[in-house]
């Protein structure tokens, strides 16, 4: 493995291309349902899961992931770990690089992955933190594009809790070009640092306390649970949240063919109503289903040869053989005025004789 591993941390520590290619690639594996051999993910690829936080998107799209990739997977929790008796962060990350081709890490503290990446020699991925989860917005991305097209320069509507998924939000909309509008209440905005962030990075981050001023006119609503891991301040939290619902009428605020998205579990008469998120606007099942692809694609660059952006290939390609159709076709026009050229010269001499 290389003495620089790449690690999959967040959005915001990876560049544009970089994230463009992954997106491109998972799209490309999708529609061929091939893993290209230019990927160079070598054969037998071990990947460990380590899940201090309950997950079922996570777990089952990395394991099946990797297996189509040709690896395989291994599950760990803490309790079934020296994690658990209190070895150390930085030992178990140096232990296991010892063992496995690659990590994904789901826990609380960021701080606990940025510890683990920091000690281990093979790529570790964010499979969520307290602060993001980016492998969940990058499927959403993949999601977006499959229904609407390009993302860059379109209006994406965030209603509830900026939490870390949120975030994330802010990153991609740094690094993917498009305009984010975030309503939520005061006490649940997203941190200041972030926004100082967005604004460093030129990002169009906007942010209110109005759920309907935000979904006017977008192209996407998104929303996540009011209650998240390790909250507990449940009935609080609902309460003022309560406001921030996505319903009929904020869906029909957005654009008519908008969509709505939540990276699941979903809570209907919550933050969503049973309406939106199972009515013909929804495109929850596939953004999960999303996670598979972009998972795939994710492990490929940490794993390959990084040889990624397969969409962009084809495009060139097809570009190239466009190119040379038209030279040819040129080539042979040119050919006939010469010899239409010619004969008609012998004709008008055979004719002066």
Known sequence: ??????????????DASTLRAIVDTAAAMKKSGRVPKALGVPAGAVLA?????????????????????????IALNPQDMQLGRGETVADTARVLSRYVDAIVLRTGP?????????????????????????CQVMADVLTFEERKGPIKGR?????????????SWVHAAARFGFTLRIAAPANFA???????WANAEGAKVEVMESAREAAHGADCVV???WVSMGDNDENKRKAT????QVDEAIMAAAKRNAIFMHCLPAHRGDEVT????????????????????????ILAWCLGSGRLGTKSKTRNAKTRSATKKKTRSAKKTAAKKTRTTKTSRTKTRGARR
């Open 49 to 73: 899961m380590i899940f201090e936080k309950p997950s079922t998107r996570t777990r089952v799209s990395f394991g099946v992931a990797i297996h189509q990739l040709g690896g395989t997977s």
């Open 274 to 297: 049973a309406a939106v998120i199972d009515g013909p606007q929804s495109a929850v099942w596939d953004e999960a289903k999303n996670r598979l692809h972009v998972q795939k694609a």
């Open 155 to 167: 209006v994406i509507a965030w209603i509830g809790d900026a939490n870390n998924v949120a975030a």
């Open 241 to 244: 949240l309560r406001p921030f």
């Open 110 to 134: 960021h701080a606990t992955l940025l510890e683990f990446a920091h000690n281990a020699t093979i790529p570790v991925i964010n499979g969520l933190t307290a602060r993001s989860h980016p």
């Open 190 to 196: 997203p941190a200041p640092d972030l926004l100082a």
């Open 223 to 225: 929303t996540d649970t």
């Open 1 to 14: 493995m290389s003495p620089t591993p790449k690690h999959f941390l967040d959005l915001d520590a990876l």
